[in-house]
C-alpha cells in the first residue's frame, strides 16, 4: 500500500496561553487518508460534511453532533463513526479548563480499496446491509479504540512524526474497530463499487429546512445532476427547487394553523431566508398572510 506522508503541526501551548491568544492548533498526520488531532480553546460551531468515511475520538471538551434534528453529544473516550456523504452540524465546546480536543481518522476510498483487496472474501459477512444511519456511536468502553486514539496522543504532543508503518497500522486499526463494531458496517465502509443511491424523497424530507444547491443535492444522493433530475422527475412534477418550495410552505402553514409562535421565527426555521419574500409566496399560495392565518387558526 502505498503511502505518501505529511506532518503539519503547530507549537503546543498551554490551556492558559491559549486563551489568551484565542488559539487554534491543528495537527496532521497524511497517509493517503487524514490522521488529525484538533484543539479549540472556545467553543467554536461549524457545518460539516463528510466527504470520506470518518472516525471522531473526543480527549477532552465535548462535541455536539445534530444531523437530521436529532442531537449527539461526545464526551472524553466516546468514538463515533460518520457515514461519508452526509451534512451534520458540529458544536465543539471546552470543558472544565480543559480545551476541546479530538482525533479524527478519515478513510479515502483509495485506501478502503486497497484494504478490502486484503481481506479474505470468506470472512465478509453475507447478510451485510448498507445502512442508511448517517451517525454510529461506538459503544463505550472499547479497549481497541481508546488504545488506538490515546496511542497516538504523544505523537501530537511532542510534534514528532511517526513511521510510515506506524501511520499505516493506526488505519488499519481504525478500519477493524468500525468493522468489529457491527457488521452492516462492511457493506457501509466498502460501498465504492457500485455508489448506494440513497431515496430521493427520504433524503428531501429530512433535508428541506437545509440551504442546498442542487448539485449538492445530486452528491448527496449518489447521482450526477442529469441522474439527479432525471430520477426525481419519477416523484414528481416539480422540478427540486420549486418542490422545496412547496414543501417549505406547508410546513410553515402547519406551524402557523398551530399559533403560539411568531412568523419569523416560522419562517426561518423551515428554511426561507427573507421574511418579506416568505410573506408573499405564502399569501400567493393560501390567499392570506401569515399573520393572518395565525389569527385564524
Same mark, same amino acid.
Given at each position: #500500500? ?12 498551554? !490551556? ?24 479549540? +480553546? ?11 468515511? +470518518? ?82 456511536? #461506538? ?5 481497541? $479504540? ?6 497516538? $496522543? ?23 474497530? $468500525? ?12 460501498? !465504492? ?10 433524503? #428531501? ?11 449538492? #443535492? ?76 395565525? $389569527?385564524?387558526?
Amino acid at each position: #500500500m502505498t503511502l505518501t506522508t505529511k506532518f503539519i503541526t503547530q507549537k503546543v501551548h498551554t !490551556f492558559a496561553e491559549k486563551q489568551e491568544a484565542n488559539m487554534e492548533q491543528l495537527d496532521v498526520f497524511d497517509c493517503s487518508n487524514v490522521f488529525i488531532a484538533s484543539f479549540f +480553546t472556545n467553543d467554536r460551531g461549524c457545518a460539516h460534511c463528510n466527504r470520506e468515511h +470518518t472516525l471522531i475520538y473526543i480527549h477532552s471538551g465535548e462535541l455536539e453532533i445534530t444531523e437530521h434534528g436529532r442531537k449527539t453529544v461526545l464526551h472524553p473516550g466516546e468514538c463515533a463513526f460518520m457515514r461519508r456523504d452526509n451534512r451534520m452540524w458540529l458544536q465543539k465546546r471546552a470543558k472544565e479548563d480543559k480545551p476541546y480536543r479530538s482525533i479524527v481518522l478519515k478513510f479515502s476510498r483509495d485506501f478502503l480499496g486497497e484494504f478490502y483487496q486484503t481481506l479474505n472474501k470468506r470472512d465478509i459477512p453475507k447478510d451485510a446491509r448498507r445502512d442508511k444511519t448517517s451517525l454510529f456511536v #461506538m459503544p463505550q468502553s472499547r479497549p481497541d $479504540i481508546r488504545s488506538l486514539f490515546e496511542s497516538v $496522543i504523544p505523537y501530537f504532543d511532542a510534534g514528532e512524526k511517526p513511521s510510515e508503518e506506524v501511520l499505516k497500522l493506526k488505519m488499519t486499526e481504525g478500519v477493524y474497530a $468500525i468493522l468489529n463494531t457491527d457488521i452492516n458496517l462492511y457493506a457501509s465502509l466498502f460501498d !465504492f463499487v457500485d455508489p448506494w443511491k440513497i431515496d430521493i424523497m427520504d433524503f #428531501m424530507e429530512k433535508n428541506y429546512k437545509n440551504e442546498l444547491s442542487m448539485q449538492e #443535492m445530486a452528491y448527496y444522493t449518489g447521482r450526477s445532476l442529469s441522474t439527479f433530475k432525471r430520477d426525481f422527475k419519477q416523484y414528481s412534477d416539480l422540478t427540486p427547487q420549486k418542490w422545496l418550495i412547496q414543501r417549505r410552505l406547508h410546513a410553515a402553514h402547519e406551524l402557523i394553523r398551530k399559533g403560539g409562535r411568531k412568523v419569523s421565527e416560522i419562517c426561518y426555521e423551515v428554511g426561507f431566508k427573507n421574511l418579506s419574500h416568505f410573506s408573499k409566496i405564502y399569501k400567493d399560495a393560501y390567499g392570506m398572510a401569515p399573520t393572518a392565518g395565525m $389569527i385564524g387558526g
